[in-house]
């Protein structure tokens, strides 16, 4: 027995040196039913289950292990790690303070310390621990890497960029330090030096699942199609990474690569069910995932992704003069060119200032365009917050004793949802920019209408839902129908001259297999006539040609709009349309605002989420319910009869004419009254 046993230990051993892990997991588990408490068949079953990738395995049998050698630094030095890899931070801790008390004063034991403090959002005890590490080994790159990881995660990125370069100049090939680099040039908007920080580190560690994943994100925000191929890298070394397969699924419906988007949208919704971070909620809004699964996976984002710092309590006045103005701030990375910035144009401008004083908050770099021009001029006062840290951020803006705190981002790219989960204003409001919940405890009120949020959906939305009298959507009427001039020419479109003109001008990810089925349906057998998009990447409209190929459609038939030099020249030349198709899911929503100011019929589906209902609000608003289908049948038979029955379409474009001179859609003087008349009842509720 006890030779069998020997001999069994040393072919556990060998298999472990020469990395056999399966094996020597086999053999040490073998062992362990024989002799439970074998001090090295623990170790070699926890370490090989944790160099497997199986962290939360691993740490049952080091911890077993160590319970008998409690001494023993290297095994706590194992067990911390893969405790804290496990996200068992606060067991990590406890582990790292016995390690501490066996060798005190040793800065990689307080480096991963403070590590393991950092995730457990214990910041000041994470911040003493590097310190005391620097302190003790002012050259110990590890230590100045780990400081600008805490620093970048409290959003002080230019303190953090110090950090990390220090590190690098004392360890050039530490490829952690290079990606981490990258994210916090990245945060600063400094895309192109952060795009060479990732390849710096991938040329180092070209299995660095992370460091890919950090350089699909910088090639999606530089409009470069590597970020596919970057995500895909980072997917296959790492597929459990937080958040990667959202992102892969945004890089392939982005590119309409349907191949991959429908198995990736299907293991999204089955993970995101079973509570795992696989998706940024924005993503999600694409896809069939239900009202109810939106907001589980926005209240998994932000666990993961807002910091569970301690909020600091803020008065509400509790009487207010009725003569005294009501101070709101508006919160945007958007005010710029860009849907939400020429939406709130006229709106900010039309504020009654007689009861409102109406602050910008600016997240975004400026970029001097015209729109944030206007709005700086607009606004009564404005706060430029990009570049500026968190707690900074909270502290200047409470100072200003904002009454409402507007967030017009939600959980959409550039947001700064930190700021509002700890409180800048006694009420905060989620607003327009994002059609879904932000699944969290600290807004106030979301602001909808009953059709984009049935009022028997409140159940799946964190926030109470304010309800306007009508489309909750503003729409820019700044540039007058009479002043769109001539209707451009067919051809200078790249439209034929004669045929039926369908058209989409939404984002390409927001085009789905089956209603392209249903719009290549439509071409078969509608003779000449053509679909109108707006111009994706290049990888996109080769892979829409090749799926229209696939359905028998030549791909001439599809037309691929250019940008326009102004939103004026946009307006104009949609009159060439003839029906505009709209996407289910995720409906066109400032573009749909935009064709049914120049007079354009849109077709919707109405969906089951806000995103997907957001079209049928507008065309409500309008008068012209009867654009709103519910099935694919409808939508197609809808279409086809339009189509095909000249004098249907043309008394559906007489409606709108004659509903648009007193349509509440088009009227942004009401809308902005009936929306203060939230903001009043939200703050005054006595008055």
Same mark, same amino acid.
């Given at each position: 027995?006890?030779?069998?046993?020997?001999?069994m230990?040393?072919?556990?051993?060998?298999?472990f040196q020469?990395?056999?892990l399966?094996?020597?997991?086999?053999?040490?588990k073998?062992?362990l039913?024989v002799?439970?408490?074998?001090l090295?068949a623990?170790?070699v079953?926890?370490?090989?289950?944790a160099?497997q990738?199986?962290?939360?395995?691993?740490?049952?049998?080091?911890?077993?292990?160590?319970q008998?050698?409690?001494?023993?630094p290297?095994?706590?030095?194992n067990?911390?790690?893969?405790?804290q890899?496990?996200n068992?931070?606060?067991?990590a801790?406890q582990?790292?303070k016995k390690l501490?008390r066996?060798?005190?004063?040793?800065? @990689?034991?307080l480096t991963d310390?403070?590590?393991?403090?950092?995730?457990?959002?214990?910041?000041?005890?994470?911040?003493?621990m590097?310190d005391?590490?620097i302190e003790?080994?002012?050259?110990y790159?590890?230590?100045?890497?780990n400081?600008?990881?805490?620093?970048?995660?409290l959003?002080?990125?230019s303190?953090?960029?110090?950090?990390y370069?220090?590190?690098l100049?004392?360890?050039?090939?530490?490829?952690e330090?290079?990606?981490?680099?990258?994210?916090?040039l990245?945060?600063l908007?400094?895309l @192109?030096?952060a795009?060479?920080?990732?390849?710096?580190?991938?040329?180092?560690n070209?299995?660095?699942?992370?460091?890919?994943s950090?350089?699909?994100?910088?090639?999606?925000?530089?409009?470069?199609?590597g970020?596919?191929?970057?995500?895909?890298?980072?997917?296959?070394?790492?597929?459990?990474h937080?958040?990667?397969?959202g992102q892969?699924l945004?890089?392939?419906?982005?590119?309409c690569?349907w191949?991959k988007s429908q198995?990736?949208s299907e293991?999204?919704?089955l993970?995101?069910?079973?509570?795992?971070?696989?998706?940024?909620?924005?993503?999600?809004?694409?896809?069939?995932?239900s009202a109810?699964?939106?907001?589980?996976?926005a209240?998994?984002?932000?666990?993961?992704?807002?910091?569970?710092c301690?909020?600091?309590?803020i008065?509400v006045?509790?009487f207010?003069?009725?003569?005294?103005?009501i101070r709101?701030?508006?919160?945007?990375?958007?005010?710029?060119?860009?849907?939400?910035?020429?939406?709130?144009?006229?709106l900010?401008?039309?504020?009654?200032r007689s009861?409102?004083?109406?602050?910008?908050?600016f997240?975004n770099?400026?970029?001097g365009?015209?729109i944030?021009?206007?709005l700086?001029?607009n606004f009564?006062?404005t706060?430029?917050?990009?570049?500026?840290?968190?707690?900074a951020?909270?502290?200047?803006?409470?100072?200003?004793?904002?009454?409402?705190?507007?967030?017009?981002?939600?959980?959409t790219?550039?947001a700064?949802?930190?700021?509002f989960a700890?409180?800048i204003?006694?009420?905060?409001?989620?607003?327009?920019?994002y059609a879904?919940?932000?699944?969290?405890?600290?807004?106030?009120?979301?602001i909808?209408?009953?059709?984009?949020i049935p009022?028997?959906?409140q159940?799946?939305?964190?926030e109470?839902?304010?309800?306007l009298?009508?489309?909750?959507?503003?729409?820019?009427?700044?540039?007058?129908?009479?002043s769109?001039?001539e209707?451009?020419?067919?051809?200078?479109q790249?439209?034929?001259?004669?045929?039926?003109?369908?058209?989409?001008?939404?984002?390409?990810?927001k085009?789905?297999?089956?209603?392209f089925?249903?719009?290549?349906?439509?071409?078969?057998?509608?003779?000449?006539s053509v679909l109108?998009?707006?111009k994706?990447?290049?990888t996109?409209?080769?892979?829409?040609?090749s799926?229209?190929?696939?359905?028998?459609?030549?791909?001439?038939?599809?037309?691929?709009?250019?940008r326009?030099?102004?939103?004026?020249?946009?307006?104009?030349?949609l009159?060439l349309?003839?029906?505009?198709?709209?996407?289910?899911?995720y409906?066109?929503?400032?573009?749909a605002?935009d064709?049914?100011?120049?007079g354009?019929?849109?077709?919707t589906?109405?969906?089951?989420?806000?995103a997907?209902?957001?079209?049928?609000?507008?065309?409500?608003a309008?008068?012209?319910?009867?654009m709103?289908v519910?099935?694919?049948?409808e939508?197609y038979?809808?279409?086809?009869?339009?189509?095909?029955q000249?004098d249907?379409?043309?008394?559906?474009?007489?409606q709108? @004419?004659?509903?648009?001179?007193?349509?509440p859609l088009f009227d942004?003087?009401?809308?902005?009254k009936?929306l203060?008349s939230?903001?009043?009842?939200?703050?005054?509720?006595?008055?």
């Amino acid at each position: 027995m006890n030779q069998a046993y020997s001999s069994m230990t040393q072919q556990m051993l060998k298999a472990f040196q020469e990395q056999h892990l399966e094996t020597a997991e086999r053999l040490a588990k073998t062992i362990l039913k024989v002799t439970p408490k074998d001090l090295v068949a623990l170790q070699v079953h926890g370490l090989s289950l944790a160099m497997q990738g199986r962290v939360a395995e691993s740490v049952a049998p080091l911890y077993k292990a160590a319970q008998q050698d409690q001494k023993n630094p290297e095994l706590l030095s194992n067990l911390a790690k893969a405790q804290q890899g496990a996200n068992l931070y606060e067991d990590a801790i406890q582990t790292y303070k016995k390690l501490d008390r066996l060798i005190p004063n040793n800065p @990689q034991i307080l480096t991963d310390m403070a590590t393991a403090f950092a995730k457990a959002k214990k910041y000041d005890d994470a911040k003493s621990m590097i310190d005391k590490a620097i302190e003790l080994a002012p050259d110990y790159f590890l230590a100045w890497s780990n400081l600008g990881n805490l620093l970048s995660e409290l959003t002080f990125t230019s303190e953090a960029l110090i950090c990390y370069e220090k590190a690098l100049d004392l360890n050039p090939s530490y490829a952690e330090a290079w990606t981490n680099y990258g994210n916090a040039l990245f945060d600063l908007g400094r895309l @192109q030096e952060a795009r060479l920080a990732h390849e710096k580190s991938l040329s180092l560690n070209p299995n660095y699942a992370e460091a890919w994943s950090n350089y699909g994100n910088t090639l999606l925000e530089l409009k470069d199609p590597g970020d596919y191929e970057a995500y895909q890298k980072a997917y296959l070394l790492k597929p459990d990474h937080p958040f990667l397969i959202g992102q892969l699924l945004m890089a392939a419906t982005c590119r309409c690569d349907w191949s991959k988007s429908q198995f990736l949208s299907e293991r999204i919704s089955l993970l995101a069910g079973s509570g795992e971070p696989v998706a940024h909620p924005f993503i999600l809004l694409q896809t069939n995932a239900s009202a109810q699964l939106q907001k589980s996976c926005a209240e998994i984002f932000l666990k993961h992704r807002v910091l569970g710092c301690p909020v600091q309590p803020i008065s509400v006045n509790k009487f207010f003069d009725k003569n005294e103005k009501i101070r709101i701030g508006y919160f945007s990375s958007d005010f710029k060119e860009h849907p939400v910035g020429i939406l709130m144009q006229n709106l900010v401008k039309m504020h009654d200032r007689s009861r409102f004083e109406v602050y910008g908050f600016f997240l975004n770099q400026k970029t001097g365009d015209s729109i944030e021009k206007g709005l700086t001029e607009n606004f009564d006062h404005t706060v430029d917050l990009f570049g500026v840290n968190d707690l900074a951020a909270v502290d200047s803006i409470r100072k200003l004793s904002l009454d409402i705190a507007i967030d017009l981002n939600g959980l959409t790219s550039g947001a700064r949802t930190i700021l509002f989960a700890q409180k800048i204003a006694p009420v905060q409001v989620n607003y327009l920019g994002y059609a879904g919940t932000s699944g969290g405890d600290f807004y106030n009120a979301l602001i909808a209408d009953r059709i984009a949020i049935p009022p028997e959906d409140q159940i799946h939305f964190s926030e109470k839902i304010a309800y306007l009298p009508n489309s909750f959507f503003p729409v820019e009427t700044g540039i007058s129908y009479e002043s769109f001039g001539e209707i451009p020419s067919r051809l200078s479109q790249g439209l034929p001259e004669s045929g039926f003109v369908f058209a989409c001008f939404n984002n390409s990810y927001k085009i789905t297999p089956k209603i392209f089925d249903v719009w290549m349906n439509l071409l078969k057998q509608i003779p000449g006539s053509v679909l109108w998009l707006s111009k994706p990447s290049a990888t996109a409209i080769k892979n829409l040609q090749s799926e229209a190929n696939s359905r028998g459609v030549d791909t001439s038939r599809l037309i691929f709009a250019m940008r326009t030099h102004s939103r004026k020249e946009h307006l104009s030349r949609l009159r060439l349309a003839d029906l505009f198709l709209d996407t289910p899911n995720y409906n066109a929503h400032a573009t749909a605002a935009d064709a049914l100011w120049a007079g354009l019929p849109i077709l919707t589906l109405i969906g089951e989420t806000f995103a997907g209902r957001v079209a049928a609000s507008q065309l409500s608003a309008l008068g012209m319910k009867e654009m709103i289908v519910h099935s694919d049948e409808e939508y197609y038979d809808k279409a086809f009869a339009l189509a095909t029955q000249p004098d249907l379409l043309k008394n559906i474009r007489n409606q709108m @004419q004659v509903n648009r001179r007193s349509s509440p859609l088009f009227d942004t003087k009401q809308y902005v009254k009936d929306l203060e008349s939230i903001y009043l009842g939200l703050v005054k509720p006595s008055i």
